[in-house]
């Protein structure tokens, strides 16, 4: 059994997500601890009890999804699961990305809360609000998807923010030739192209400005090769070089996260289980879509520990 570890991407997040985990385990209410002290406030109040729509927030969601990625691995290791000998790739959707670089390693975990609170006030902060929009396209090809974001950019901005697999790219860009582009592609047959309510235009060209911001704040961190090997969002392909990680975190704010493809890089490369860490179970259900060779199991809450050790160790 080859095992990759993947970290759920915003919108995953919900009130009171891991805190089954810090009502459980030591490690996992340290790592809490950690990161409100990382941020100077009490995030973990805002995890576990809401408001949902401060936990919403970009700037919020970002690290508190990681939070609990991170809680989950700490109870793990913990437990005697050893990241470097056990797992053979790690991988994280958008945001996730980060979530994985510090299980890996890369990053200590103060300052990936500190990136990731810099990266969603820059995001949020790249864009006017209502100047941007994001659209899921479900039910058409890729490159169909790419003709109607071509044919819509004479509007303006429009390209492929998300390719999720299971039939489900999401586009991003200037909302009239998002829009455009919506109605492009339902006149090429998707099945539906649904607006997102969404805060920004996220992965697109529009945040260049948010790119430049964590440019900046990735070159005065420490950060360390990643102990095995991540599959980049960008790429869709291994990269273990710290340097590298940082310049294709710069290239993911406003480039495609080809998740299709790295579920896809999986299954050829012998994966058999991807391990969905933190909240949620989107990824799970994603890969399940993109490839049924590959098995995916979702690992945020007390019980769910137990399982994956005894499968793991």
């Known amino acids: 059994m ?16 891991g805190k089954d985990l810090a009502d459980n385990f030591a490690e996992a209410r340290a790592v809490f601890e950690e990161v409100d002290e990382a941020l100077g406030e009490k995030l973990s109040d805002v995890i576990f009890n809401g408001p949902e729509e401060k936990l919403t927030l970009t700037a919020n969601a970002q690290p508190a999804l990681m939070a609990v990625s991170i809680a989950v691995i700490r109870v793990l290791q913990a437990r005697g699961l050893d990241l470097k000998s056990k797992v053979a790739y790690v991988a994280g959707h958008s945001l996730g990305e980060y979530s994985a670089l510090c299980a890996a390693g890369t990053f200590s975990l103060t300052d990936t809360a500190r990136l990731l609170r810099i990266r969603g006030n820059a995001m949020q902060a790249a864009v006017p609000v209502g100047v941007g929009a994001m659209a899921a396209i479900i039910g058409l090809e ?7 974001c071509a044919e819509a950019s004479v509007l303006g901005a429009c390209q492929i923010a998300n390719d999720n697999g299971g039939g489900q790219i999401v586009i991003s860009g200037e909302k009239a030739p998002v829009e455009k582009a919506a109605e492009l592609a339902t006149a090429k047959g998707a099945k539906r192209a649904i607006l997102l309510p969404v805060s920004a235009p996220f992965h697109s060209s529009l945040m260049a400005p948010a790119a430049e ?7 005065d961190v420490a950060k360390s090769n990643p102990i095995v090997p991540l599959i980049a969002n960008v790429r869709a392909a291994p990269v273990t070089d710290a340097g590298e990680v940082a310049n294709l975190l710069v290239e993911q704010v406003t480039g495609q996260v080809r998740w299709r493809e790295t579920v896809e890089w999986f299954a050829a490369h012998n994966v058999t289980t991807l391990y969905e860490i933190g909240a949620g ?5 994603l890969a399940r879509r993109i490839d049924k060779s590959v098995n995916g199991i979702a690992v945020n809450s007390a019980a769910d520990i137990d399982t ?5 160790l």
């Open 2 to 17: 080859t095992v990759a570890f993947t970290f759920p991407g915003q919108g995953s997040q919900t009130v009171g997500m």
């Open 142 to 148: 890729h490159a169909d998807v790419v003709a109607v």
């Open 213 to 219: 911001a964590m440019r900046a704040a990735l070159v």
């Open 281 to 285: 179970k989107v990824l799970t259900g």
């Open 308 to 312: 994956a050790l005894a499968s793991l």
